[in-house]
């Protein structure tokens, strides 16, 4: 259990522990506006149970804050798409054959789908008498974006149905995958490579589809005909930033922002809005901001915030150990840090004293329960 609250408390000196500054937790800089501590009293037992296994992965995070929050620059295509262009997701049920006895065996499965390919390639068999050993039943899937034309390959996945121990080196014949319309966009084959002994029964194929049908519908996109942007992730503040880059790069065009997450293009002159404009609008650099965000793997205890996250004046207590903010002397402390504390300053702190991931995370939450952590906390 531990509780929060927003008034400063004094925090009692461990049992038996040696005098000396103790450990120091950065919080906040709150009201008071100057630095901000806290002051751990913890038991032996609990100073025993430090995990140093999480120190390498979490003496990255600031890398990984800098990498993943804030400011980032990016080009519009990476946070926009064109309307009408969307992914699709292609599935079908085919054979892989050529494995060396690690397929399906005599399953009736495996045995009823050799004897339909076969019979579709012209071959009458007794299905009885039909040996599946070397062949695996599989579902076959790939992802089409909506820039592929007819002629282009897309990578596929594929995955044992039946009960083949491993499809490595095996050969997926011909299979068609459909839509969830049962329209055919594509034909996959290939050799199956699996790359991992642990997952031996699920594979991939480069380029292994040949796409037939394009998803974009014919004359969807015209020269000099208004084309609407979709942002990815919904903002006014990137929506805006976007506008006043492509006005500012090309005076020629006219961006009208819709809502919070649609754009459309237009002419500002005649013959503005060429396909090579489009392109570079597409390629445009523009910097935008990323929204204050908390990722936590519960297995690892990792725990990577944006350096704009802040944690606000607060009070944790947990069995055997108590957190309490207070002004005071700040440098004179090794644990303290200068300015408002982040949340990628206590996550680091929390793990010197071996705060298990799942107190962490229980931490976290109550925190932005509390008002004191403002923040999206995404738990994978």
């Known amino acids: 259990m531990f509780g929060l609250k927003t008034r400063l408390l004094p925090v009692p000196a461990a049992a038996g522990a040696a005098e000396g500054p103790g450990k120091f937790l950065p919080l906040a800089v709150g009201k008071f506006g100057g630095i901000g501590h806290a002051r751990a009293a913890y038991s032996d037992n609990q100073r025993d149970m430090r995990s140093h296994r999480l120190v390498p992965a979490l003496a990255l995070l600031p890398l990984l804050a800098s990498l993943l929050f804030g400011d980032y620059e990016v080009k519009i295509r990476d946070v926009a798409t064109l309307k009408g262009l969307k992914k699709n997701r292609l599935?079908?049920?085919?054979?892989?054959?050529?494995?060396?006895?690690?397929?399906?065996?005599?399953?009736a499965l495996a045995r009823k789908t050799l004897g339909q390919f076969l019979t579709y390639a012209g071959i009458d068999a007794d299905n009885s008498q039909l040996n599946t050993a070397n062949m695996a039943v599989v579902a076959v899937s790939c992802e089409l974006s909506g820039f592929v034309e007819k002629g282009d390959t897309v990578d596929v996945q594929v995955a044992s149905i039946g009960s083949a121990k491993n499809l490595e080196n095996g050969l997926l014949l011909q299979t068609a995958l459909k839509s969830s319309a049962g329209q055919?966009?594509?034909?996959?084959?290939?050799?199956?490579?699996?790359?991992?002994?642990?997952?031996p029964r699920r594979g991939l194929i480069a380029a292994g589809a040949i796409v037939e049908r394009s998803l974009a519908a014919d004359g969807l996109f015209k020269e000099n005909a208004p084309v609407q942007l979709v942002l990815k992730n919904p903002s006014l503040t990137t929506a805006t930033t976007l506008k006043d880059a492509i006005e500012g790069a090309n005076p020629d065009l006219t961006v009208t922002i819709q809502d919070y997450k649609q754009l459309t293009i237009s002419s500002r002159v005649a013959q503005a809005l060429t396909f090579k404009a489009l392109a570079d609008v597409l390629n445009l650099p523009v910097s935008v901001e990323s929204a204050a965000t908390i990722v936590i793997d519960k297995a690892t205890g990792v725990v990577v915030g944006g350096q704009d996250v802040r944690v606000d004046t607060s009070f944790i207590s947990l069995p055997g150990l108590k957190i309490a903010v207070k002004e005071g002397q700040g440098a004179q402390f090794s644990g303290v840090f200068k300015g408002t504390a982040t949340v990628n300053d206590l996550a680091g702190e929390f793990n010197g004293l071996g705060i298990k991931p799942?107190?962490?995370i229980s931490i976290f939450l109550a925190l932005k329960k509390a008002g004191a952590l403002n923040a999206e906390i995404i738990v994978q």
């Open 184 to 199: 055919i966009y594509a034909m996959a084959g290939g050799v199956v490579g699996t790359g991992s002994e642990k997952q």
């Open 358 to 360: 799942a107190d962490m």
């Open 91 to 107: 599935y079908g049920y085919g054979l892989v054959v050529g494995l060396p006895g690690t397929g399906d065996g005599g399953s």
